[in-house]
């Protein structure tokens, strides 16, 4: 089988997480206890709260923090008029970037998101401008070398998994967002560890960049994803390696 393979861009990401690593952590310690607040801290009642974990333990959030996250969310104000506006626009050469945001104050987010995209090369749309050309699926990565393909495709598939890939190592295994949590489960039944697993944005179609094109991007996400009110940005362009580098 065969599907859209995210693993070099985690790769890439996890190259950069000694710069970035505090903000992305506070990210995550965010929707964490955000999640707790909402849904309940046990993450077998509460899916989201149980995404939220499993991202995290991908990003190596040490278990410490993430249990400090969840009893911050319950004991708290976490989530307390919190929202999750989604925005959309247009980076170099007319590319597709999303921009997904988790904040208390959505006339400061959207006003920060403007000038992150005006400032660097790009433009904001208006909602469903470029959110049709990206579909919402669950990736889940697990060590190729210690897990046989058969038998993990066999799992996965019973479990509800649409598609699972073999490359660089590692098996690539998508869901749709319904099927995630059975099949997450169904690896952790059989003890089988992730290496990283998440609801996420895949573009249907990508736009090839180069040369300054895409040191513009990358600066723009750099900028976008710098932002206390960003949780994640999406995008559909098709980067050269050194780009993220």
């Excluded at 506070?26 to 849904?39: P, R, T």
């Excluded at 433009?123 to 060590?143: A, C, H, L, P, Y």
Aim: glycine content about 8%.
């Amino acid at each position: 089988m065969s599907g859209h393979s995210k693993w070099a861009t985690i790769k890439r990401k996890k190259a950069k997480t000694d710069v970035g690593r505090a903000k992305a952590w506070n990210k995550l310690i965010k929707e964490i206890s955000v999640a707790a607040k909402m849904g309940g801290g046990n993450p077998d009642a509460n899916p989201r709260l149980r995404a939220a974990i499993l991202k995290a333990k991908g990003q190596s959030l040490p278990a410490k923090n993430i249990e400090s996250a969840i009893a911050k969310g319950i004991g708290g104000n976490s989530g307390a008029n919190m929202e999750e506006p989604m925005y959309e626009g247009y980076g170099p050469n007319g590319c597709a970037i999303l921009v997904q945001c988790l904040t208390d104050n959505r006339t400061r987010s959207v006003a920060d998101v403007r000038n992150i995209f005006n400032k660097n090369g790009g433009n904001m749309g208006e909602q469903g401008s470029v959110s049709w050309t990206f579909k919402r699926k669950g990736i889940i990565v697990i060590d190729a070398a210690a897990n046989p393909e058969d038998k993990v495709m066999d799992l996965v598939l019973e479990a509800g998994a649409t598609d699972m890939s073999t490359q660089d190592d590692v098996h690539e295994i998508e869901t749709t967002p319904e099927s995630f949590e059975s099949v997450t489960k169904a690896l952790e039944n059989a003890k089988i560890e992730m290496l990283s697993a998440e609801l996420t944005y895949i573009p249907e179609t990508t736009v090839k960049l180069e040369g300054e094109d895409a040191q513009k991007l990358m600066r723009m996400i750099e900028r976008l994803e710098d932002n206390e009110d960003v949780q994640d940005v999406y995008h559909n362009a098709e980067l050269p390696e050194d780009a993220e580098s």
